[in-house]
């Protein structure tokens, strides 16, 4: 398993590239949605992300 390195318009990310195939995991898609941005999501913010491990899940219920 190596690393897989992407330049985004949102900053740079890392991966995982095994077997031919890259995988960016967990990336986010918009600003962390608190306060006001509750229900009117912003893009995301620059950012340095590692997408090597799933993003956090939703509450079940």
């Known amino acids: ?5 992407a330049d985004t318009t949102a900053g740079t990310v890392r991966g995982i ?27 995301a913010e620059p950012w340095r992300c590692d997408a090597t491990r799933p993003g956090p899940q939703r509450p079940s219920g």
């Open 17 to 43: 590239s095994e077997g031919g195939v890259r995988r960016f995991l967990g990336i986010p898609y918009a600003a962390v949605p608190v306060r006001a941005r509750r229900f009117a999501p912003e893009p």
């Open 1 to 5: 398993m190596a690393d897989a390195i």
